[in-house]
């Protein structure tokens, strides 16, 4: 999370209350705008689930369930345009409310993730032929981002494009960023994100089992968080790109990337 709170990295009043903050304008490359549509798009899946959730569980509780003729145990079919359906107790939807925000944040959790690499995949593609490469680019850049720490890869990524990446100015840029997971703080960001790569390989090939048969629990009040660390890093690298290569670089407010104006608003209080 930023470490100054009384302005957070340069923030702006959010356009609602005023009463938190959200993430300035910045500069992008078409990538980087992309980028925050996807990051929009996921957020504001994460939120309106889980709102949905609650209106369910609260529908269910005052007015359905008591009318039902076995209450909690009444079967209730659920059907889909198709005319597929599943069937379940009417307990169980509400146990899912509860329950499944869990299943949500997981996904969310490697879809965060993985915006950032289709960030870095699109400037490679994008990039590769600019450095005379036109053949078997998505094999390159999966060589890249495969089977390396993230230091190496950034390593890899300064040797096949030829950019000017120190490993000091990323952490330079982290300055008035406090990066923690599950009460470890980091110092590097590329360490961090080793974190958040091991996280994210757990959930997606080992059924989000952590150690121990115990699942991971990703709580939803740290996506914010990590919204402002990837818009952290994706400065960094669409930069370094966008200097190497001459890619214009538009201002955008981060909350208006997408079709609405006001798409989603990550806010700190």
């Not at 030829?162 to 330079?172: Q, T, V």
């Amino acid at each position: 999370m930023p470490k100054n709170l009384d302005n957070p990295l340069n923030m702006v009043p959010d356009p609602f209350a005023g009463d938190t903050f959200v993430l300035s304008e910045t500069d992008c490359t078409d990538e980087r705008k992309q980028f925050f549509v996807r990051m929009n798009e996921i957020q504001s899946l994460l939120f309106i689930t889980k709102h949905s959730f609650d209106v369910c569980k609260e529908k269910y509780d005052k007015d359905i369930i008591p009318n039902l003729p076995s209450k909690a145990n009444t079967p209730i079919k659920l059907e889909i345009n198709g005319g597929n359906f599943i069937a379940m107790p009417a307990a169980h939807i509400i146990g899912m409310t509860t329950n499944g925000i869990n299943l949500l944040t997981r996904q969310a959790f490697v879809m965060f993730y993985g915006s950032f690499e289709t960030f870095l995949f699109q400037l490679f593609e994008k990039s590769f032929p600019l450095v005379g490469i036109t053949e078997n680019i998505l094999d390159k850049s999966r060589d890249i981002l495969m089977r390396k720490k993230w230091d190496g890869k950034f390593c890899k990524m300064s040797e096949a494009f030829y950019i000017e990446y120190k490993a000091g100015d990323l952490k330079k840029q982290f300055n008035s960023f406090e990066m923690e997971y599950e009460g470890e703080k980091y110092n590097n960001p590329l360490n961090f994100l080793d974190k958040l790569a091991q996280v994210r390989h757990r959930i997606v090939h080992a059924s989000s089992i952590l150690e121990n048969d115990r699942l991971i629990v990703i709580d939803m009040n740290i996506f914010h968080g990590f919204f402002v660390f990837f818009f952290l890093l994706t400065d960094f690298v669409d930069n370094l790109f966008a200097k190497r290569f001459g890619y214009r670089r538009h201002r955008l407010k981060p909350i208006e990337a997408g079709t609405d104006k006001f798409n989603s608003s990550t806010s700190i209080k």
